[in-house]
């Protein structure tokens, strides 16, 4: 039976957003008794509801309120509104994401140590490191059924990996395999297993990909302990005249405000809206916005250095048929500053369809090298670039008072400006790919510069001293006993790898944490 819980039941935990932190976070809980009310923004859409058509699954799913950006990145030039293609719906960006579950390198847990002063950087050492995380990534590979963990098989290659590979080997490179991804290669946990569809990042209509959409959510109803109120907009949290966190104002699916007290609370909306978020709970207590006396909220924003290569060849390889991403090469993942910067990247397999083709190639839009291009797609194949980029103060969100979203409210604006280092380790990667390719054969390659999708990090960071960010080793507020940071936000730096399964691990261990606390009445 699914819970219902009164708006003045200041005894339950309240979770903002359920993506792959809040959605986690808030099963996991419901699995120890604790009751949740979690507010999402979006709606509610299960396998059988996604489309398996580009634009139609983006105007279904994407978060398309209106956002502003700012600084010299692509992006804020030709997707001003678009700063990053996530999910609006029960379940966050799980539903839209290629399933990479990879962990952090020993080394990138301690970037400030191992990087040393970088100039222009705001690097900072995690307050965790491996050993400490080892366990609850471990949680999370089980959780998600993640290939090449406890004996479950990789996944097939595709037309797409098999030239991948080809070009990988050809140039000396021996980390090459179908990835660790969160895709069943075989039937795991009441799903099945991957129909090689191709269209992942429009929701995987067999279930085959992990999404909190249908495995946590769901079983955390099944709880009776958790009850989910989508299309509910939250507006501000509020706090009592100790400094503590009483409840959630957010907008319902009728247009109506709301008020859930609360006795703990956790924002999990994703690292632009949770910094506007707590930015937007300003009070006179709190002039600068919630959890943030160290000034940090909003700021070292990082979304990975990536890009694209695609590459011609003179027969057909079809990229778009089989598993998106099903395709890594991780020997760059070091760090070996004798390239020319500090951190490293890996290299995965993408397609995108015709019309997100036709969106993000470079060159785009018109012109006989752009439409030529297009018509060599059949013969096309094509990769990912992703890697560490450097945190940055000034990479920042902040409230664009000068525009409101329908609720009134001021919009996020997302800043970026590349570091040097981030453009180094680009044109490096750039320059690789292109080795690849042209190794077995390529006719034509194109980089093309990065796009609004991608990985957001770092805008709620976790730090030892609260002076140096806004949440502690457990995404516990500095300021706030009981207000919570459970998404990709609370990151520290961004290492090389895909965030999801830290971002989960994060959250298994977070649940871990909060309901022995709340336990002991100690928040």
Same mark, same amino acid.
């Given at each position: 039976?699914?819970?219902?819980?009164?708006?003045?039941?200041d005894?339950?935990?309240?979770?903002v957003?359920?993506?792959a932190?809040?959605?986690?976070?808030?099963?996991?809980?419901a699995q120890?008794g604790?009751?949740?009310?979690?507010i999402?923004a979006g709606?509610?859409?299960?396998p059988d509801?996604?489309?398996n058509d580009?634009?139609?699954?983006?105007?279904q799913?994407?978060?398309?309120d209106?956002?502003t950006?700012s600084?010299d990145?692509r992006v804020?030039k030709n997707?001003?509104?678009l700063?990053?293609?996530i999910?609006?719906?029960v379940?966050g960006?799980? !539903?839209?994401?290629?399933?990479?579950?990879?962990?952090?390198?020993d080394?990138?847990w301690k970037a400030k140590?191992?990087?040393?002063?970088?100039?222009d950087a705001?690097?900072?050492?995690?307050? !965790?490191?491996?050993?400490?995380?080892?366990?609850?990534y471990a949680?999370? $590979?089980h959780?998600?059924?993640?290939?090449?963990t406890?004996d479950?098989p990789g996944?097939p290659g595709?037309?797409n990996f098999?030239?991948?590979?080809a070009?990988?080997k050809?140039?000396?490179?021996?980390d090459?395999?179908t990835?660790?991804?969160a895709i069943?290669?075989i039937?795991y946990?009441?799903?099945?297993s991957?129909?090689?569809?191709?269209f992942?990042?429009?929701g995987?209509?067999w279930g085959?990909k992990?999404s909190?959409?249908?495995t946590?959510i769901?079983?955390? $109803?099944?709880t009776?302990?958790l009850e989910v109120?989508?299309?509910?907009f939250?507006?501000?949290v509020e706090h009592?005249d100790?400094g503590r966190a009483?409840?959630?104002?957010?907008?319902?699916a009728?247009g109506?405000?709301?008020?859930?007290?609360?006795r703990l609370?956790?924002?999990?909306?994703n690292?632009? $809206?949770s910094?506007?978020?707590l930015?937007n709970s300003a009070?006179?207590?709190?002039?600068?916005?919630?959890g943030n006396?160290?000034?940090q909220?909003?700021?070292?924003?990082m979304?990975?250095?990536?890009?694209?290569?695609y590459?011609?060849?003179?027969?057909?390889?079809?990229?778009w048929?089989g598993t998106?991403?099903?395709?890594y090469v991780?020997d760059?993942?070091?760090n070996?500053?004798s390239?020319?910067?500090?951190?490293g990247?890996?290299?995965e397999?993408?397609?995108l369809g015709?019309p997100?083709?036709?969106a993000f190639l470079?060159?785009?839009?018109w012109g006989?090298e752009?439409?030529?291009a297009?018509d060599?797609?059949?013969?096309m194949?094509?990769?990912?670039i992703?890697g560490?980029?450097?945190?940055? $103060?000034?990479n920042?969100v902040?409230?664009n008072?000068?525009?409101?979203d329908a609720n009134g409210m001021?919009v996020?604006?997302?800043?970026?400006?590349?570091?040097?280092?981030d453009?180094?380790m680009?044109?490096?990667a750039?320059?690789?790919?292109?080795?690849?390719y042209?190794?077995v054969g390529?006719?034509?390659?194109?980089p093309?510069?990065?796009?609004?999708?991608t990985h957001?990090l770092?805008t709620?960071r976790?730090?030892?001293?609260?002076?140096?960010?806004v949440?502690?080793?457990?995404g516990?507020s500095h300021? !706030?006993p009981?207000?919570?940071?459970?998404d990709?936000s609370q990151?520290?730096?961004?290492a090389?790898e895909?965030?999801t399964?830290?971002i989960?691990?994060?959250?298994?261990?977070q649940a871990?944490h909060i309901?022995s606390e709340?336990?002991?009445?100690? !928040?």
């Amino acid at each position: 039976m699914v819970a219902k819980f009164d708006l003045d039941d200041d005894s339950v935990v309240v979770i903002v957003g359920s993506g792959a932190g809040g959605g986690v976070l808030a099963n996991e809980l419901a699995q120890k008794g604790v009751k949740v009310v979690s507010i999402e923004a979006g709606g509610r859409y299960l396998p059988d509801d996604y489309l398996n058509d580009e634009w139609a699954s983006f105007q279904q799913l994407a978060w398309t309120d209106m956002r502003t950006t700012s600084g010299d990145w692509r992006v804020a030039k030709n997707f001003p509104n678009l700063p990053t293609w996530i999910v609006k719906a029960v379940g966050g960006t799980s !539903i839209h994401w290629a399933g990479a579950s990879l962990r952090f390198q020993d080394h990138e847990w301690k970037a400030k140590t191992t990087y040393g002063d970088i100039a222009d950087a705001n690097l900072l050492d995690w307050p !965790i490191d491996s050993a400490e995380m080892d366990p609850w990534y471990a949680k999370a $590979e089980h959780k998600l059924g993640v290939t090449r963990t406890e004996d479950r098989p990789g996944l097939p290659g595709n037309n797409n990996f098999k030239v991948f590979e080809a070009g990988a080997k050809a140039i000396g490179y021996k980390d090459v395999h179908t990835g660790r991804m969160a895709i069943n290669s075989i039937d795991y946990d009441d799903r099945m297993s991957c129909q090689q569809t191709g269209f992942c990042f429009q929701g995987c209509k067999w279930g085959a990909k992990w999404s909190a959409a249908y495995t946590d959510i769901p079983r955390g $109803e099944a709880t009776g302990n958790l009850e989910v109120r989508d299309r509910c907009f939250a507006i501000h949290v509020e706090h009592d005249d100790k400094g503590r966190a009483t409840g959630v104002v957010y907008v319902d699916a009728d247009g109506k405000t709301q008020r859930q007290k609360a006795r703990l609370v956790s924002v999990a909306c994703n690292t632009i $809206e949770s910094p506007r978020l707590l930015l937007n709970s300003a009070s006179s207590m709190f002039p600068d916005g919630m959890g943030n006396s160290s000034g940090q909220v909003g700021r070292n924003y990082m979304r990975h250095t990536t890009g694209s290569v695609y590459a011609v060849f003179d027969k057909p390889v079809r990229m778009w048929r089989g598993t998106v991403m099903a395709g890594y090469v991780g020997d760059e993942r070091k760090n070996d500053p004798s390239r020319g910067f500090v951190g490293g990247f890996e290299l995965e397999t993408l397609s995108l369809g015709l019309p997100f083709m036709a969106a993000f190639l470079d060159p785009g839009a018109w012109g006989r090298e752009f439409t030529t291009a297009l018509d060599g797609y059949e013969n096309m194949a094509g990769l990912w670039i992703v890697g560490e980029d450097m945190p940055r $103060e000034t990479n920042r969100v902040t409230l664009n008072t000068d525009v409101k979203d329908a609720n009134g409210m001021p919009v996020p604006n997302v800043h970026f400006d590349d570091h040097p280092n981030d453009e180094a380790m680009r044109n490096y990667a750039y320059a690789k790919g292109e080795e690849m390719y042209r190794a077995v054969g390529a006719t034509r390659v194109f980089p093309t510069p990065p796009y609004p999708s991608t990985h957001n990090l770092g805008t709620n960071r976790m730090s030892e001293k609260p002076r140096d960010g806004v949440v502690n080793k457990w995404g516990q507020s500095h300021d !706030i006993p009981n207000l919570f940071v459970s998404d990709g936000s609370q990151f520290t730096t961004g290492a090389a790898e895909n965030p999801t399964l830290t971002i989960v691990a994060l959250a298994i261990r977070q649940a871990d944490h909060i309901a022995s606390e709340l336990g002991k009445g100690n !928040i």
